[in-house]
């Protein structure tokens, strides 16, 4: 995102909302068995990466 870019020029931090709730829906409409679960995981942490961007500079 583009907004991470801000963080190094003037410690801001711009939520993207739409961008969040697609993942969200994302993870809770895969099944978790197999290749999916890889693919919720890695789902989750982006989510919990942006949770902490959001937190700290937004």
Request: cysteine-free; glycine content about 4%.
């Amino acid at each position: 995102s583009s907004s991470i870019k801000d963080i190094f020029y003037d410690g801001s931090f711009k939520r993207e909302d739409d961008s969040v709730e697609t993942l969200r829906s994302t993870i809770k409409a895969l099944e978790i068995s197999g290749e999916n679960q890889i693919k919720s995981h890695i789902l989750y942490e982006v989510l919990m990466i942006y949770r902490l961007l959001d937190s700290r500079y937004a």
